[in-house]
């Protein structure tokens, strides 16, 4: 199985300031049939399910604000909110679709400072 | 507008069963890949199982294989988890997930979830 690791686990930022998560998968995700990353970020809210944000490394979901990017390739990935929120406080996960079983980050909990 | 809703969780002892049904609406149910993801109380997300859109393709993780068995009705716009030989370690907020793309070959890309629905594993 494909072992993805986030760090950090929590992480505190200013509203108006970026914040970086970072995920590592234990062997790469990058296809070399396609190019693409199987790589996806979701957001989750305190009491709601998972929203998809970003989907192959770099693609952001219709809807999601353009603050909101994803960058990597291989086996180390960002995700990146270039000036954060209020509502931006969830916990981000990282996850694989490259093979099964799909496995995901352990989280980031992301706070106001 | 996609919904997704969950129904059939509950209580159980361990070693029993539970049936988790998804009722689909919104969209061309027959035209995704569809998932089951879990939650453990205040854990991080794991992928349980997917099945593809004719449901010839079924995938697992590791850990329910053999206990759990996914499965479709398109007909009726449903999605199915029959688990069985239920552990403690099985409870969990169970999410009925669809997948990003109409008859997409990519699989695994959870784009809708529904609210989940409650397993909990205890005597």
């Known amino acids: 199985d494909i072992v993805m690791t986030q760090s950090p686990d929590s992480l505190a930022v200013s509203l108006g300031e970026g914040a970086t998560i970072s995920c590592r998968s234990s062997?790469?995700?990058?296809?070399?049939?396609?190019?693409?990353?199987?790589l996806a970020w979701y957001q989750q809210k305190l009491g709601q399910p998972p929203k998809l944000l970003i989907y192959?490394?770099?693609s952001r979901e219709s809807g999601v604000p353009d603050r909101f990017s994803g960058s990597g390739s291989g086996t180390d990935f960002t995700l990146t909110i270039s000036s954060l929120q209020a509502e931006d406080v969830a916990v981000y996960y990282c996850?694989?679709?490259?093979?099964?079983?799909?496995?995901f980050g352990q989280g980031t909990r992301l706070e106001i400072k | 507008e996609v919904q997704l809703v969950e129904s059939g969780g509950g209580l159980v002892q361990p070693g029993g069963s539970l049936r988790l049904s998804c009722a689909a609406s919104?969209?061309?149910?027959?035209?995704?890949?569809m998932s089951w993801v879990r939650q453990a109380p205040g854990k991080g997300l794991e992928w349980v199982a997917n099945i593809n859109q004719d449901g010839s393709e079924k995938y697992y993780v590791d850990s329910v294989k053999g206990r759990f068995t996914i499965s479709r009705d398109n007909a009726k716009n449903s999605l199915y988890l029959q688990m069985n030989s239920l552990r403690a370690e099985d409870t969990a907020l169970y999410y009925c997930?669809?997948?990003?793309?109409?008859?997409?070959?990519?699989?695994?890309?959870?784009?809708?979830w529904g609210q989940g629905n409650l397993v909990t594993v205890s005597s």
């Open positions: 919104g969209f061309i149910f027959s035209g995704y890949w």
């Open positions: 192959w490394a770099s």
């Open positions: 996850q694989q679709y490259y093979s099964t079983p799909y496995t």
């Open positions: 062997q790469s995700v990058l296809s070399s049939s396609n190019s693409k990353n199987y």
């Open positions: 997930v669809r997948d990003s793309f109409y008859y997409g070959s990519t699989a695994g890309i959870c784009n809708s």
